[in-house]
Structures are given as structure tokens and as C-alpha cells.
């Protein structure tokens, strides 16, 4: 494998672990302050559970993803052996057939990615998620808000209409 496609790899593998590893740590501190009481509601601690698990299944798939794509190396021999013969048959202009062991990497290698893009699309799904939740208690908080708002005004038209002493 060349040296700029490990290091490239690596990098984002740092990136996957740190980002995991941070968002999980701030998720457990929000679980954790969930438990004592303060003054948010109890829809608010209900959505914020919800986001904190969320984002916990996000970061554990995220180190899921970067083992994958560590466990990525172990293919880099057998893949460049099965590309090293692909080439000599070109340059000797002999049609390619692949034995049955390297049919059988070539489906293992196959399904490794297959699997890869999955938890990849977990990963967007989760995420997706979130922000669907993120918008459906936004909305919910500020129908709250007018509603309240609607309340109060109501209440300040008929203490004005209360206190005029009688002139209309």
C-alpha cells in the first residue's frame, strides 16, 4: 500500500476515534446531569435522554467504522498479489480467469466493504435521526412558546378591558 494511502488512513482513523471518543464523553456527561434535578421539563429530559443515546449508538458505529477500516490493511497483500497477476496477463495479453481461492478472497473482500458501507450508513442514518428529533422538539417548543404567548396577551386584553373603569 503506498505510504500517502496508510497515512491518509490513519489520519482519518484518528479523526474517527477522537470524534467518537469526545461526543461519547459529552453524552455520558449529559446522561449524568439528566439524574439531578434542576429546571428543565420533563419533555426537555425526555429529548435530551433520547439525543444522548442516539449520539452514543453514532459514536460506538464511528469505532465500529475506524476498526474496519484498520481491519482494511490485513486485504493490502492479497489484493495487490490478485492485481500483480491481473497486470502480467495484460502485458502477456492472456485472458484472466481467477482460481477458486481468489474467487473466494474476491467475495470476502467484497463483503468486508459491503459491511463497511453499512455501518457507514448507520452512521448517516443516526445522525439523520437526530436531526429529524432535533426539529420535531424545536417545532413543538416554539408552538409551546406561541401558544404561551397567545395565552398571555389574552390575559392582558382582559385585565386592561377589566381596569378601564367602565369607558369603552
Not at 52 to 77: K, T, Y
Request: glycine share 6%.
Amino acid at each position: 500500500m503506498e505510504t500517502a494511502e496508510l497515512l491518509f488512513g490513519g489520519v482519518l482513523v484518528v479523526v474517527l476515534l477522537s470524534l467518537a471518543g469526545y461526543y461519547a464523553w459529552r453524552q455520558v456527561r449529559t446522561l449524568r446531569s439528566l439524574k439531578v434535578p434542576d429546571d428543565r421539563s420533563e419533555e426537555e429530559r425526555r429529548f435530551l435522554r433520547g439525543q444522548a443515546w442516539r449520539r452514543l449508538v453514532g459514536s460506538g458505529l464511528m469505532v465500529i467504522f475506524a476498526g474496519l477500516l484498520v481491519g482494511s490493511v490485513a486485504f493490502n497483500a492479497s489484493l495487490r498479489r490478485l492485481a500483480d497477476r491481473d497486470e502480467e496477463a495484460r502485458r502477456n495479453d492472456q485472458e484472466r480467469t481467477l482460481d477458486p481461492e481468489e474467487w473466494e478472497f474476491a467475495h470476502t473482500y467484497a463483503v468486508y466493504w459491503i459491511v463497511c458501507m453499512l455501518v457507514l450508513l448507520a452512521i448517516l442514518a443516526t445522525a439523520t435521526l437526530d436531526l429529524l428529533a432535533i426539529r420535531r422538539f424545536g417545532r413543538r417548543q416554539i408552538s409551546k412558546i406561541q401558544s404561551d404567548r397567545r395565552e398571555m396577551i389574552e390575559r392582558e386584553v382582559a385585565r386592561m378591558r377589566r381596569d378601564r373603569n367602565g369607558h369603552v
